[in-house]
């Protein structure tokens, strides 16, 4: 045991021990200085055990560390505890374990010493303890806290187990659990917004009041935007969970809000990015609701920030993929374009049937479907249809051939036996001067350059080059 009571005062050797090392001194110096002190008060058996009052032994052995220990090696809860957690520690931590340690300590005591709350030693406990807690918090209204600095983890089995082991005996006895890891274990770069975690470190993580705020930010988006936030960081919820990482060097806890990511066992999407605030702030005691600030952080700034990026490469994102569309468009339509004039050059005539139902024919290519004299028939009222369109078009010098519709539709019905050379200019002429219409103008090149010009329009309307 590190302490005993003397006449009612703790007396913490290895606090005093660690005090003389700092300023130079060597072991056998220390036991010298420390027997001086206290070597009357020993022989007289005046040193007793804090947890059941017996007498301890002050021990100083020149290459152990220096304790307490029951007179006749007798036992009691405390140093039952205090045996399991020497043995503990020496198993899985590393050397920065007690200066954590000893840091959360100091940070708490500052806070709850004027209170009159206890910060003690995880081994003082008054029941035994299977797996012991670094610090043992226990406030007046019941709540209890055990808080453990990690330093040693191991990604293997064995650990998993002896994480997943002391959160549930902490749990069986009724402590709410606040667990601190060594920043030597914090994988994270600019370079990628995700983080890997071993199976020891998935244990470990909270649900903290702040996690589910950012779960109840993150499902107030619109319904796309959530499926691209999703999409984007390969999630498939937003059920937000953190970790807390102690740079005990530099006094800093960084805290990660994580996402499981999709098809993975251990990878996790940073939520925004990591949370870095001091030790102090992270270990401030929220007294209303006896928990550690770190779990009720306000991260408000935080979230109107992630917003307000989302949002904005959302809306990239749509202006890309709207981008994107109008080129396929674009592209679909060029080859469109394409099938069709290399459709108008290849359209073989029937080799039957009249003027007329040889443009009904062109037409209908034209259009994409397959010519049959039977599709003929049933598409006479489309054709009748652009047929009316065709003769509503005007040009120039139509007013001297009278009546005006009249000359259109002869010059339309012999359309494509012009175009297939079946007849010639002069040909289709004299078709519209010896039918029933009347030559207003004497001038004939006139007259031809309204039928030439009408021509073009035909041309130009069913897009014929």
């Given at each position: 045991m590190d302490s005993a009571l003397l006449h009612g005062k703790e007396i913490n050797i290895n606090s005093e021990f660690i005090m003389h090392f700092r300023i130079g001194k060597n072991q056998s110096e220390i036991k010298e200085?420390?027997?001086?002190?206290?070597r009357d008060f020993a022989k007289k058996s005046a040193f007793r055990c804090i947890c059941c009052g017996s007498i301890v032994n002050l021990i100083m052995p020149l290459q152990k560390k220096f304790h307490f220990r029951h007179k006749d090696n007798e036992s009691c809860t405390y140093s039952d505890n205090y045996d399991k957690y020497t043995a503990q520690v020496k198993k899985y931590e590393q050397g920065k374990h007690d200066i954590g340690k000893t840091l959360i300590r100091t940070y708490l005591q500052g806070q709850l010493n004027p209170l009159h709350i206890p910060v003690i030693e995880g081994y003082r406990y008054r029941s035994k303890l299977s797996i012991v807690p670094d610090l043992i918090v226990e406030f007046p209204s019941g709540v209890k806290w055990a808080l453990d600095f990690l330093t040693g983890l191991r990604n293997n089995k064995s650990y998993t187990?002896?994480?997943s082991n002391r959160r549930m005996i902490y749990e069986e006895h009724g402590f709410k659990s606040y667990f601190f890891i060594d920043t030597s274990w914090l994988a994270i770069n600019e370079i990628t917004p995700y983080t890997t975690l071993i199976e020891a470190e998935e244990q470990l993580l909270m649900n903290s009041s702040t996690d589910k705020e950012w779960k109840l930010f993150l499902n107030k988006f619109q319904p796309e935007e959530k499926e691209y936030i999703q999409n984007q960081k390969l999630i498939s919820n937003f059920n937000v969970r953190s970790i807390a990482y102690f740079d005990i060097n530099n006094r800093e806890c960084t805290i990660l809000r994580l996402i499981k990511k999709k098809y993975s066992d251990s990878d996790y999407y940073i939520v925004h990015k990591p949370t870095i605030i001091s030790m102090e702030e992270a270990l401030s005691v929220n007294l209303k609701y006896e928990a550690l600030s770190l779990l009720n952080l306000n991260e408000e700034i935080a979230m109107n920030d992630f917003k307000e990026i989302i949002l904005e490469k959302y809306h990239l994102f749509l202006a890309s993929e709207?981008?994107?569309r109008r080129a396929v468009n674009r592209s679909r339509e060029g080859n469109e374009k394409a099938v069709e004039m290399n459709s108008l050059s290849t359209f073989i005539p029937p080799s039957k049937g009249s003027p007329n139902e040889i443009a009904k024919a062109y037409m209908l290519h034209n259009m994409g479907i397959k010519?049959?004299?039977?599709?003929l028939n049933k598409k006479e009222k489309e054709l009748k249809r652009k047929r009316e369109l065709l003769l509503n078009k005007s040009v120039v010098y139509e007013s001297y051939i009278q009546p005006i519709s009249g000359w259109k539709e002869i010059v339309l019905d012999n359309f494509f036996s012009f175009h297939f050379e079946q007849i010639d200019f002069n040909e289709l002429r004299d078709?519209?001067?010896?039918?029933?219409v009347d030559l207003i103008s004497e001038e004939p090149k006139k007259v031809e350059y309204a039928i030439s010009m009408y021509i073009d329009v035909i041309k130009k309307e069913i897009k014929l080059q």
């Open positions: 200085i420390l027997e001086n002190k206290y187990e002896h994480i709207e981008e994107t010519v049959t004299p039977e599709y078709l519209v001067i010896n039918s029933e």
